[in-house]
């Protein structure tokens, strides 16, 4: 019958007493000796830190588990547009339940107390997607606790906004020292889309030191937040894909299979220069990593020609192994491996980027 005036943070140890709690939210109770509290809940089932989810649209393992309460989503890192998912408070999600998938998008949980407090869950990183600098989008794919893109780069700026010079005369071309990109045969509307561009490495170092670190920490022509591999990088997805594949500080062949994990399926009809992204004989490709490599071809060094599209496909690393000279990692059409070599700095190499 008495009144007692308390805020939700003081207690009582004595007494049989039920404490009543008012402020500008509302009002509470709890019991005597207690504090009215909130256990945080989890999204994807662990509450402990944040977790990154790469590739895929709509990922079944955003869940809520913990407590009730309701799902959120955002398309930016920051915590003040949240956006409450309407019926989100079982697991998983369905796709309608989504929220707008972006190239990346946030999700959180959260409860209240039934008064006015809230607890919120670690946060869960969907990237389904990275958009470079002009505005081209690239799927990615988890492979081991690395996210990779899906697709070659095709931008055609540096970061900063700086167009990359495109050279088309093989002369000008064999001759460089500073950064150029082309695309196949200088055919953009036939080879872009599919292949991406071919890139020197001098353009794709952006003028950043060499590195053979994990991660590299070379951004170079990658989109913010993504970085150019090393070739160490690369060893790690290789053994990641296959058991067989030794470390090598040499020019090397490696593994068992890594290169018909890698390369997509299917052979192309016509061959060479086929547009399709397909192989010139590939009978045993099956792409189980989701990697899904082209035979994009490459620009040489010594005359500027273009070669073996549909044969082969060539990807920079942030590795220079000389002064002249810089590690990259092959796929052969024919071949179930693939090769570490070094080769001119001036030659015209795919490139795909990996998310810091």
């Not at 504090?35 to 590739?55: D, E, L, M, R, Y």
């Not at 994009?296 to 192994?321: E, P, V």
Request: proline residues 3%.
């Amino acid at each position: 019958t008495n009144s007692i005036t308390a805020d939700f943070s003081d207690t009582f140890t004595s007494g049989n007493l039920t404490v009543y709690g008012t402020n500008a939210c509302g009002n509470g109770t709890a019991s005597t000796g207690t504090a009215i509290t909130i256990n945080p809940p989890s999204v994807g089932g662990t509450a402990a830190s944040n977790q990154t989810i790469c590739g895929g649209s709509q990922p079944a393992n955003i869940t809520l588990s913990g407590n009730t309460g309701t799902i959120q989503w955002q398309s930016s890192p920051d915590n003040s547009t949240y956006t409450d998912i309407s019926g989100a408070t079982a697991s998983p999600l369905t796709g309608a339940q989504m929220g707008t998938i972006t190239a990346t998008t946030y999700y959180r949980a959260v409860v209240t107390n039934g008064v006015c407090a809230s607890a919120y869950s670690n946060v869960v990183t969907v990237i389904t997607a990275v958009n470079d600098i002009d505005g081209n989008t690239y799927n990615t794919v988890s492979i081991g606790t690395q996210c990779w893109m899906k697709e070659n780069l095709k931008t055609t700026h540096y970061s900063n906004g700086t167009s990359i010079q495109i050279v088309t005369d093989n002369t000008t071309w064999k001759n460089l020292a500073t950064g150029a990109r082309c695309y196949y045969n200088n055919d953009s509307m036939a080879y872009k889309a599919t292949y991406g561009g071919l890139y020197n490495w001098y353009a794709v170092m952006n003028g950043e030191a060499s590195s053979n670190a994990n991660p590299s920490g070379v951004q170079g022509i990658c989109p913010t937040g993504w970085h150019v591999p090393s070739d160490t990088e690369w060893g790690i997805m290789e053994v990641y894909l296959d058991n067989t594949v030794v470390a090598s500080t040499a020019d090397v062949w490696k593994g068992t299979d890594i290169g018909n994990k890698l390369k997509i399926s299917g052979s192309c009809i016509t061959c060479p220069n086929s547009p399709d992204g397909c192989w010139c004989s590939n009978s045993n490709a099956n792409n189980s990593s989701n990697f899904t490599a082209f035979g994009s071809g490459c620009r040489y060094n010594h005359d500027g020609s273009f070669s073996n599209l549909g044969y082969q496909s060539s990807y920079w690393t942030s590795t220079a192994s000389s002064t002249t000279m810089a590690w990259q990692h092959d796929l052969i059409y024919y071949l179930p491996q693939v090769q570490k070599s070094y080769y001119y700095k001036q030659r015209g190499y795919s490139l795909r980027c990996v998310k810091n």
